[in-house]
């Protein structure tokens, strides 16, 4: 006689029972392989150390870049810039120190070396494409010193559509800590003066 769906369901039901009855059942480990799990470290001693170094090299870069922009908002220029040149050419390797090329490129507009600020703007907004603030910072700058209406409206478009707050002049001087002429400069292109 063939198997009903009957037996087949009482089949499987006890075959499901036993198999979970083996699973529940407390291994037997020996002490040997108990030690060799807890002794088992798959990162090496090397790799440690590696990690550590690379650990404090992330954590100065930091360190160096709030410094930056702490100085940058109490409008110690000079201070700030050499913090930020610091970040962008000694930790040039890590990614933060794109953040530090943007840092500096306002504050070198702010001590007047205009055209580098310029270029420093145009390469960060290149490599850090997406990040607002440059592509605000690069409109401003483009239409205030350059004349070039129509390249400051493309990024100003940039700026905006990610993130609005570049049209207000407060958020910028109070919040992002531009430096005077920058925000100066800004008005003067939101105001097509």
Do not use: C
Request: glycine fraction near 4%; charged fraction near 20%.
């Amino acid at each position: 006689m063939p198997p009903t769906r009957r037996h087949l369901l009482a089949s499987s039901a006890s075959s499901l029972l036993l198999a979970a009855a083996a699973a529940a059942a407390p291994r037997a480990a020996s002490s040997e392989d108990d030690a060799a799990v807890a002794s088992y470290d798959p990162v090496t001693a090397a790799e440690r150390a590696a990690s550590a170094s690379v650990s404090r090299r992330v954590g100065e870069a930091v360190r160096l870049l709030d410094l930056g922009r702490d100085l940058q908002a109490r409008g110690e220029f000079p201070a700030a810039l050499a913090s930020f040149t610091a970040v962008a050419t000694e930790y040039g390797d890590l990614s933060l120190s794109g953040y530090a090329r943007v840092g500096r490129a306002l504050v070198l507009y702010e001590v007047g070396d205009r055209d580098d600020a310029i270029a420093e703007m145009e390469d960060a907004s290149v490599a850090l494409r997406g990040y607002p603030e440059i592509h605000a910072a690069l409109a401003a700058a483009l239409y205030a010193d350059k004349h070039a209406a129509l390249l400051a409206e493309n990024q100003f478009a940039i700026a905006t559509l990610l993130d609005p707050h570049y049209t207000d002049l407060a958020y910028v001087r109070d919040t992002k800590h531009w430096p005077p002429s920058l925000v100066d400069s800004l008005r003067h292109f939101i105001t097509l003066s």
